[in-house]
Every structure is written in C-alpha cells, then in structure tokens.
C-alpha cells in the first residue's frame, strides 16, 4: 500500500488538464506513443470537441521512481464543471492528492479556485503546476503569486511545466510519488468501496468505478450497496490500464471497477459505498448524497414519429447518467415530448447534443426553467417543475426558488456592468476584491432562474469574452414569486404561463401579451387576451375582429376558383390550434418555448 | 385534374349525365372580346382585330353544334345568360348571327329568363332593340361607380354619364335592368358610395350585384398592385343596412334584388342546378361531372376545328366533398342549405357532417328558420371565415 499513490488533477477549462494526463500516460508508458491520441481519457466525441471532460476515465500506471521503486500511480480525471461538482467531490473523495493545474498566461480562473477549495476541504495535498510556460504571453511570477494570495497554497514549491512540450513532467511525477501520501486504510477491516462513478455497458450491465478505503473484494463475494442496499454477487473485478484487466481481488486503498450484474445505474450511485453483504460495515463512507436537477426543459421531436424513438434513447441515456430524470410532456405547440431534469445548463446542453448525434433525433429543447419548492397552507412542501404544477395562489404559503452563489473573475473595468447584470437579475452582493490592480473577484448569490436566462451570454458579451465564471448551488431561498396566468378568450392556456417575480410581472406579462395579440389573426370575434395573477387580471389585449373577407365576382360559373382560393386561406390556418374558439398559430407557441427577447 | 391536352377523357356518358342533358339547363355564353382590358379584371377576354367575332361566331355555332350530337337533338334551356368579356362589343349584327345560333340548337320553350351583360360604352339602342325583340328578359350593367374620378381611377372605358343614359336607357326599354357595382377604391367613403348606391336606384332598377375590388392573379393590378385601397367591409356592411330599407333583398352575398327580381341563372349556379358553359373559359356542371373550358381563344378554336371538346378541367368530386362544396354555394344565398333536401341528394352522413360544423359557427352569424340552415348578415360579411370551416 506504500506505493499507491491516488491523485487527481483540477483545472479551469482549457489549462490543459487533458494534455498533461497525455503525457503522464506517455512518459509512464502505460500507453504506447503510437496509440496516444489527443484527450485519451476523454472517450466521447463531445468531450474532445468541446475541450472538456463529462466523464471520468480512472487510469492505473506503474511509475519507476528517482529513488528506485516502482510506484503505482491512479490518476482519477474529474469532470471540470461546476454542474457535476457532486461527481468531482466524489473523484475528489477517492485521491489523497490533486493536480491543481493552472495556465501561465490566463492565471487563477473562477474554477481553479472552486475546484482547489473542494480539495482542500477533502484534505487533499495540493501540487500546483503551473502549465503552458513555454507560451510568449506566459507570466509564472505574477500566477505563483496569484496562488499564494488569491487561493492561499504555498507556491514555492509549485511546478514550472508545458505539458505541450512536454517540459516538467518528470518533476510533476516525482512530486506525486514524494508529496501525496499513501492511502491509509486496513485490508483486514470490513469492506467500504466508495463508488466514485458508475457506467452502463451494453453487455455487462453497470460497471462501477471504486476506491477501496478498507477491506478487500473479489469475484463470488456478496456484496451490499449501502445507500440504495441491494444485494449482489461480484461476477468481475480488476484495475484500469487504462482498458480494463480483471484481477484476482482489490484491496485497501487501490483503485479499481467491480461488476456485480447491477441492471440500474440508480442502483450504483456514485457516494455510495459498496460493503459485504455477510458482513457489513458499521456505517457508510460520508459524503453520500442523492442529487436532485435543478434546470428543467421539455424536449419534443421535430418529427412526431420519432417520439417511441426518443423515449428509447433518453431511457438509454439514463442508464448512464442517473442524474437525468424525465417524465412525459404534451405541448400545444410541439405535441408529444418529455420534460427532463438536469443538474445544470451544460448537462442539458451535452444531453440534447448526444440525443441528436448518438442516436441521430432532431428535437427541439425548450427554454429551460429550475424546480421550484413550494410551502402549501397546510405547511407540507411540494416542489414544481413547471408552472402548471403550481396550486392555486389561495393554497400557498411560500415559494422558494435555487439559488447560486456566482464567482465572476473579471477585468477591472468591466465590474460596473458586471454588477449592473447581476442587479438587474435579481443579484444580492456578497463581496468584491482585488486579485491584482487589473483584476477582480465578484461574488452574487443569483436566482437560479435568472441565471439560466442567458446570464453567462450576456456577461461574456459585456466583458467582451475577458470574464470566467463558476458557481454553486447554495439551496432554496423565499422568493417574491407569482405565477401569471395568460388567458385567450377567457380560457386559461398553460403553455402560456410563467412564473417570475412580483416585481416583474407585469412588465413580462405586458410583452407577452404584447407577442400573443401580434401573433393571434383576427377571428370571428374580439378576442380579449388578458395576464391574471390568480384571479386580478394585471394587463390586457384584444384582437379586433375579422374584417377582411373579400366579396369577389363568380367568373363564368367557375365555382371551383372559390373553393381553391379557401383552401388556400384554410391550409394556412391548418396547423393553428384551437383554444376554445380561438384558432392560434403554432408560431404563437413556438415564440413562447423560446426565451424571453426582451430589452 | 388538369390535362396537358384538350381531349375529355372524364365527360361520363353516363344514364345520369344524358339524363342532365335531356332536361332544362341553364346556359352560358361567353363571348371574349372587351374595347380594352381593364387592370384588374381576370375574366378571359382579348380586343378583337377584325374578322375575329365572326370566326368566333361559327365557333360557338360549332360547340352547340357538338353539344347538341349529345343529347340527340335541341338543348333545353330555361336560363340564357351571355357574359363575357363584353357582349355588347358585338354589333347588332353580330347579335342578329348569335341568335340564329342559338335558335338553331337551343329549345327555349321552358324559359324563365335570359340576361346579357352590357357596358356603357359600347351599349347602344340598336341592341337594346334588337334584344327586347328576342327573348331577352333582364339586362346586367358593368357601371362599377357613378363618381368620374373613381371610373378613371378604376380605368373604366366610360364616365358616369355615360352609365347613367345607359342604365336609364335600359330601365326604359322595360329590361329587368341590374347594376354591378364595386367598392374598396383608395379614397372611397361611406358618403361617396351612398352616393352611388342611390343614384342607381333613382333609375329604378330591380337588382345590383356589389363587388370588392379584388386583386386577382395574373391580372395587371395583381402584379403590382395600387396603393391606398380602403378597406371593403364598412361600405358593404352599409350596403347591407341601405338595400333593405329601399326594398331590396340581399337574396345572396353579392347580390340584391326587389322581391323575386333575382337573377335565376345564377341561383342556379348556388344550387347545384345543371348548366352549360359555351366559348373559352366557360364552366359547365352536370350532375356531378364539372368542367372549364380551355381559357385561351386559339386553343379553343384549335379543339373546335377538329371536332373535339376544348375542355382542359374536369372533375367529379367524391360525395363527401360534393356534399361540402353543395353546402357552401348554397350558403351564398338567403336560402341556404335545407336540412331535407341536403339529406335527400347528399345523404345522412353527409348532412350530420354539415351540422357539426354548423354548429361550430358563432351564433350571430347564422340562422335557422323552417329546416333551413343559412348565414345571417353577419355571416355574410365574414363568409370566408365561415365557408374555411366545411373544407
């Protein structure tokens, strides 16, 4: 167990965490160069595509040290973004070490210091390597310092590195071996494996990614997950280098997989902590917790045959991502579809990316809005996904929406329109500081809500791209919040209504309304389209009625001219739908789905 | 159904069809030729050079000609109505041939009524004469307006005056005389069409037909369309409140008529009745079996010369979508759609269609009195909106 070393590596997007796990996997020879490929722990197109990690690929290398023994080396990669924070407290859980990789050019980003925080509050001995030095706009006085003050690490002994050029790794490896601790733990002691990740494979069902903290599994043992308890025999267990190879067992304080026959990712949750069955643990590993998504959107095929298709890759997607929850939508507008739950807007963007790739649908994602909890009257706690799931205004007591606290790094001369967004979005100030005379820190706690609104558009359209953000869920907060009502010709019309702040709604519920009356031709009748909160109706529009019908001469007994001329008028009117009397085009819905232009 | 060539393929000798052409029909002639086309009018007509109304002429005596090869002998008219185009660009002369024509294949014995459509321009005693001493019984003036700067707006060939001598002049000749007129022009008000309006009726006319200026395609104006039109429905919703109280009765959407002065060849056009259409660009319908005649006078003349029909439409619609086109043309007139007679022709599918649809409609736009489903005048003026629904 002395030569175990468990190490994981955090970074800012684009600081080049995936190179450097390159050229730790070339330099330990664990992958020949020939089969190197760019990002090689990063297996979906997407990841490499977009430059960042979704899942995490563990890899075990043998390193023979300086002092002469040979060391193995788990390095566990993290995903890099603030939606799967869960998953990295998890990776983060399973190392005695991190990486903490930080770019010499770019300096301390907003991630950096929230992905360094949680590791520092896992106990986790830190080696800063400063990456990418060989670049001309390299600065790695003016970083060094940064990690010093901003982040508050002792820099003196931080590396100098290109992963690129392949400048420091050794001394990268060395730093492993000499400053990460061996893992701690007893092979003798009762069995607790915490699961740090769980995948679907086709053929052997649910492969879960493990860290043994005590005890030792292998093949044939029964095992117990602790937090979903259900019972299994292990079928295979082995190591990754970085495919997988079976082995006879895993012990204290190695990294391994453990195939059990588990049919259901939510059976192998990540936290959780597998023990035997016979004779189990005392307690859990700390730190489990179920996750719950926060952003919603609906998703419907463009192509209404496709929606038995859908259903089929969402549920395959499950398998795989045990955070993704959805549940049956019908739409006005879009017709049969499903609202999911995501942790976050990138999970919701990877999500709908790998429907449309992987398994080739066209969809259309709606804008996307957060749960909200809702106290009732009678004092229980209900939670709404969308705004028809909200009761009656009498019945509730309360209603609380998620909040983030937002970290913005940014140029100096962009804070005043900085904070100015945040204010607008319904931000309260936590603290401003000087990271250096040109830089600075921003801290908002946010509505969740007005952040998914295109907030991280706008505010890199403000700094002109110079701004990097990072966040994370601070939970449910009252909120002033009421749900209007829109209603056309006195029927209320679900796809219409939304939910925002007091203070806002009757400016939102005047441009919607606003949107609705150009939107909805004229009809028979006037058509009064009024926004209600409850029932106090807060604005109001109306459609005059039709007036256009053209009187037209009967040309020499041609009647057909007629009837070809209406079912010209009545093709366009086809695709409307009708509320009540009211015929309103799918435009009108379609408008609506999409989020809000305003100002 | 539209056929490259000018053969019939479809025309149906069947029981039903010789059976339509044994009995009393309405008949139609049209006769192409206008002094000049105006700018928005989409009816077929060309300006004659000389000799091209005779040749024409012998046409039109050889269509009857092939018609009548059909029914084994004379065609039973009990409606004539000769449109164009602008019959009264024929000379009295060539009036004096067209009745010979239709001397020669039609029997009009059954006659209820036989209209022509004249202009004031080129309207002259000599036809009116001529027509008083033939069968005609009702005279259909294209007056459009009585004001001058809407009639040269409107490009028309004629100024006021010269439509009220001719109005008078036909009143006066004993003709059940008609008055199409139009409205929507850019400046027009309440104040100018009522103006018209009862400037007409001072003539004592029986009947006016009222059109909104459509933009058609392939139409002048439908290509680059004039600015500033004013918007129809006020004038004709003040048609609907002015007629009645001068005794006319609006007995269809277009159209206003002192009791029983209807034009009876076009409600039999709304009814289903069966008509022949005759010359380029007519229709024709048989019980069921509708078709166009070729809108092009050489393509016409082309199928004639060689013994064949020029029709280039035809179709025969499935009951369910004949029982919906019957309901609309019917809903065009006061009449309307009676329940029984629906039932009877269409059958009982077919009229519990109508009515879930019927009942869709709003309230004040229609009525139903005595079995008899039809659109008030309300209904009328959002007609459109409401025929969409039986589609």
């Known amino acids: ?599 | 159904m539209r056929k490259d060539n000018l053969n019939y393929s479809v025309m149906p000798l069947s029981e039903s069809f010789s059976w339509a052409l044994s009995c009393p029909v309405s008949l139609y002639v049209h006769i192409p030729f206008c002094v000049q086309k105006c700018p928005y009018c989409a009816f077929y007509s060309v300006v004659p050079k000389t000799g091209d109304i005779e040749s024409y002429l012998n046409l039109l005596d050889n269509e009857l000609k092939m018609w009548t090869s059909l029914t084994g002998g004379k065609i039973h008219a009990q409606t004539l109505y000769v449109g164009g185009g602008t019959p009264t660009v024929l000379s009295s002369k060539h009036w004096e041939q067209l009745i010979l024509t239709l001397e020669r294949y039609v029997n009009f014995l059954p006659l209820l009524e036989a209209s022509v459509e004249a202009n004031p321009g080129t309207l002259s005693l000599g036809h009116i004469k001529l027509w008083r001493s033939w069968r005609i019984t009702r005279a259909s003036l294209g007056v459009q307006s009585l004001d001058d700067a809407e009639l040269s707006w409107l490009k028309r060939p004629h100024g006021a005056y010269e439509a009220a001598d001719a109005i008078a002049a036909l009143v006066a000749s004993g003709l059940d005389t008609s008055v199409d007129l139009m409205f929507g022009f850019p400046g027009q008000t309440i104040r100018s069409w009522h103006r018209t309006i009862k400037d007409c009726l001072k003539f004592g006319i029986r009947h006016l037909s009222i059109y909104e200026l459509t933009l058609e395609e392939n139409t002048p104006w439908g290509e680059n369309p004039p600015e500033g039109l004013t918007e129809g429905y006020p004038l004709y919703r003040f048609a609907q409140w002015y007629l009645p109280k001068r005794g006319f009765i609006q007995y269809e959407i277009a159209s206003f008529s002192l009791p029983r002065h209807w034009c009876r060849h076009n409600i039999a056009y709304w009814q289903g009745g069966n008509f022949l259409g005759i010359g380029p660009s007519a229709w024709g319908y048989l019980n069921g079996y509708r078709y166009g005649n070729a809108s092009d006078i050489k393509l016409y003349a082309d199928s004639i010369s060689r013994g064949e029909f020029p029709i280039v439409y035809e179709e025969i619609l499935p009951n369910e979508k004949a029982a919906a086109e019957s309901a609309m043309l019917a809903l065009r007139t006061m009449w309307g759609v009676s329940a029984r007679a629906f039932r009877r022709k269409w059958g009982w599918q077919a009229y519990k269609k109508f009515l879930q649809v019927w009942h869709l409609l709003p309230e004040d736009c229609k009525k139903t009195i005595q079995g008899k489903h039809a659109f008030s005048a309300k209904g009328f003026r959002v007609a459109n909106s409401l025929w969409e629904q039986f589609l």
């Open chain 1, 1 to 599: 167990m002395n030569n175990i070393r468990n190490f994981c590596i955090i970074a800012h997007v684009d600081h080049g965490k995936s190179t450097l796990a390159d050229r730790l996997l070339e330099h330990t020879n664990t992958i020949e160069s020939r089969k190197m490929r760019q990002q090689f722990l990063d297996t979906m197109d997407l990841e490499r595509e977009r430059g960042i990690t979704i899942k995490l690929v563990p890899v075990r290398m043998k390193y023979k040290a300086k002092d002469g023994n040979e060391y193995v080396l788990n390095l566990i990669d993290t995903p890099g973004h603030v939606d799967f924070s869960y998953e990295v407290s998890r990776s983060l859980a399973a190392c005695e070490g991190a990486l903490l990789v930080v770019d010499a050019a770019q300096g301390v980003e907003a991630q950096t210091l929230a992905n360094a925080y949680l590791a520092v509050e896992q106990g986790l001995e830190i080696i800063p390597v400063i990456n990418k030095i060989d670049l001309p706009g390299a600065r790695p006085e003016e970083v060094l310092r940064q990690i010093e003050e901003v982040i508050g690490l002792d820099s003196s002994q931080a590396i100098l590195a290109s992963a690129k050029e392949g400048i420091g790794i050794i001394e990268v490896l060395e730093a492993i071996v000499n400053r990460i601790p061996p893992p701690s733990g007893d092979p003798n002691a009762k069995l607790q494996a915490l699961i740090f990740d769980s995948v679907y494979d086709n053929y052997r069902g649910v492969i879960s990614y493990v860290r043994l903290v005590n005890g030792r599994i292998k093949k044939g043992q029964l095992i117990l997950f602790m937090a979903t308890e259900r019972e299994y025999e292990v079928e295979e267990v082995g190591f990754f280098t970085p495919s997988m190879s079976a082995a006879n067992e895993l012990k204290a304080g190695e990294v391994g997989y453990v195939i059990a026959n588990v049919k259901a990712i939510w059976e192998a949750r990540a936290g959780d902590t597998i023990t035997d069955a016979i004779s189990p643990a005392d307690k859990p590993l700390p730190g489990y917790k179920r996750i719950k998504p926060v952003v919603f959107c609906g998703l419907f095929p463009i192509d209404r045959d496709d929606f038995p298709h859908l259903r089929e890759a969402i549920e395959k997607l499950q398998l795989n991502d045990s955070s993704l929850v959805f549940e049956p939508e019908t739409s006005e507008a879009l017709g049969f579809g499903f609202r999911c739950g995501f942790l976050g807007l990138l999970h919701m963007d990877i999500t709908v990316e790998r429907l449309r790739r992987e398994f080739e649908i066209d969809l259309v994602a709606t804008a996307p809005n957060v749960a909200y909890e809702i106290v009732l009257s009678n004092g229980s706690v209900i939670e709404a996904h969308k705004p028809s799931d909200f009761p009656d205004p009498g019945k509730i007591e309360e209603i609380r929406e998620p909040y983030i606290r937002l970290t913005i790094f940014l140029p100096a001369d962009y804070v005043g329109k900085a904070m100015k967004l945040c204010q607008d979005r319904r931000g309260e100030y936590v603290s401003l500081d000087y990271i250096t005379t040109e830089r600075v820190r921003l801290v908002y706690d946010l509505p969740l809500a007005e952040f998914i609104v295109d907030f991280h558009d706008r505010l890199k359209s403000l700094t002109r791209g110079y701004a990097s953000i990072d966040y994370e869920h601070v939970g449910y907060r009252k909120s002033d919040l009421v749900k209007v009502d829109v209603l056309i010709h006195g029927e209320p019309v679900d796809a219409f209504s939304f939910i925002c702040h007091k203070d806002d709604a009757y400016k939102r519920a005047l441009s919607v309304i606003k949107k609705l009356k150009e939107l909805i031709p004229r009809q028979l009748f006037e058509v009064a389209i009024q926004a209600s909160i409850g029932s106090r109706v807060i604005a109001r529009e109306n459609v005059k009625p039709l007036r256009k019908n053209v009187i037209a001469k009967c040309y020499g007994g041609d009647v057909t001219r007629k009837r070809k001329l209406l079912e010209k008028q009545k093709e366009g009117k086809e695709k409307m739908k009708m509320i009540g009397k009211v015929q309103v085009p799918q435009e009108a819905f379609l408008a609506f789905l999409k989020a809000d232009e305003e100002g």
